[in-house]
């Protein structure tokens, strides 16, 4: 029988293939697309989804070990500057394997403990955890968007 680690770690590794699949045909011109009014790109999406995955790691986790300069959330806005294709996929697969590491780490009982972080209030980590799940499925839809329909 599995354990709800291995569960979670299952189910946001298959959740996060709406991201990643996405990854493997993406061009460099796609990364600057946008849908007016929107002023996210789909370069600055994937930026964010691995900035939000390192914040988890070090916030609600509490990876001490995890440095993250989370840009996009930091500007709250696209500055143009995610247009490195291979450099951002380098960032969320690292973010992936960062956060993934640390939740393998989890035992069953530290899904029923409390965190509290300014952005969504007490919760347990299991409920944090499906916040990273459906951040991460929200900006997939909206990359996939993007790219079909952006300029």
Do not use: C
């Amino acid at each position: 029988m599995k354990t709800k680690t291995q569960v979670f770690v299952e189910l946001w590794t298959e959740a996060r293939t709406r991201f990643t699949k996405q990854l493997d045909s993406l061009t460099e011109e796609d990364l600057k697309k946008k849908l007016p009014p929107s002023v996210n790109s789909v370069g600055f999406l994937i930026r964010h989804i691995g900035d939000v995955e390192l914040l988890f790691a070090k916030n609600v986790f509490e990876d001490k070990s995890v440095k993250v300069i989370a840009k996009t959330v930091i500007a709250q806005k696209d500055t143009g500057e995610w247009t490195n294709l291979a450099e951002l996929k380098a960032y969320v697969a690292s973010s992936f394997n960062i956060l993934k590491e640390i939740v393998a780490q989890q035992k069953d009982t530290d899904w029923e403990t409390t965190i509290s972080t300014k952005e969504f209030g007490i919760k347990t980590k299991a409920e944090a955890f499906g916040r990273i799940v459906s951040h991460t499925n929200h900006h997939a839809g909206q990359m996939a968007i993007l790219v079909k329909y952006g300029k």
